[in-house]
C-alpha cells in the first residue's frame, strides 16, 4: 500500500494544528515578555510606508493607511499597511514559506507566509514588521477529528516587507534556478 500521502497529510495536520495553536496563544510568550512587545511600537517601524505614500518598483505613488489586523478584508487590502510584532516562528521541514506569527498592538495575532524568501533569511522574536497591501486568508478546515481555523497573511515576496524600519532588499528573494538536462537515446 502506497503510505506517503497519508504521511503527507499527517504532517500537514500537525503543521497547520501548530499554527492554530501558536496563533490562538501568541506565540505562547509569558505575558511580561508580550506586554513589552504590545508597549513597543514605533511608527519609525514602518520605514518608507509611514509617510502615508509609496512610491512602487514601477514609479507609481501609493497611498498607504495604516490599520491593525482586525480592520483587514478577505482578500488584497488595497492602499493598506500593517505593522505587528514577530511572536514566533512556525518550523516546519520544507523551506518555502517561511511562516511566523504577528501580533499587532491590540494584541490581534495572525500567521504571515512568506513565499520566495532565500534559504537562511526570515525574522526573529520582536522584530517589527510591516506589510503593504496584506492579502488575507481565513482557513478552516477539519481533518482527524479536529477543526483547525486561523487567519494567516500571504506575501508572495519578501522584498515588500519592511522589518524594524529598513526595507528588505532582493537578497532576501530566493534566486530563480533554471536546471536543463539531455537525453540521450
Not at 501548530?18 to 514602518?46: C, T
Request: aromatic residues 6%; hydrophobic residues 40%.
Amino acid at each position: 500500500m502506497w503510505t506517503e500521502p497519508k504521511e503527507k497529510m499527517e504532517q500537514l495536520v500537525i503543521y497547520l494544528s501548530k499554527i492554530q495553536d501558536l496563533v490562538e496563544k501568541k506565540g505562547k510568550l509569558k505575558p511580561k515578555r508580550l506586554q513589552q512587545l504590545l508597549g513597543a511600537f514605533k511608527s519609525s517601524d514602518l520605514g518608507p510606508y509611514g509617510g502615508g505614500i509609496f512610491q512602487s518598483a514601477k514609479g507609481d505613488k501609493v497611498t498607504l493607511e495604516p490599520v491593525k489586523l482586525d480592520q483587514l478584508d478577505k482578500g488584497l487590502n488595497k492602499e493598506k499597511v500593517i505593522l505587528g510584532k514577530v511572536v514566533c516562528n512556525i518550523m516546519i521541514d520544507e523551506p518555502i514559506p517561511f511562516t511566523f506569527a504577528l501580533i499587532d498592538s491590540e494584541g490581534t495575532c495572525y500567521a504571515v507566509n512568506i513565499f520566495n524568501i532565500a534559504q537562511g533569511q526570515g525574522v526573529i522574536i520582536g522584530d517589527s514588521v510591516a506589510i503593504p497591501e496584506p492579502f488575507v486568508m481565513h482557513h478552516e478546515l477539519s481533518a482527524s477529528d479536529k477543526v483547525i481555523k486561523f487567519p494567516s497573511i500571504r506575501v508572495e515576496t519578501p522584498v515588500v516587507l519592511v522589518v524594524n524600519g529598513k526595507k528588505w532588499g532582493i537578497e532576501k528573494q530566493a534566486p530563480t534556478v533554471l536546471s536543463v538536462s539531455t537525453k540521450c537515446e
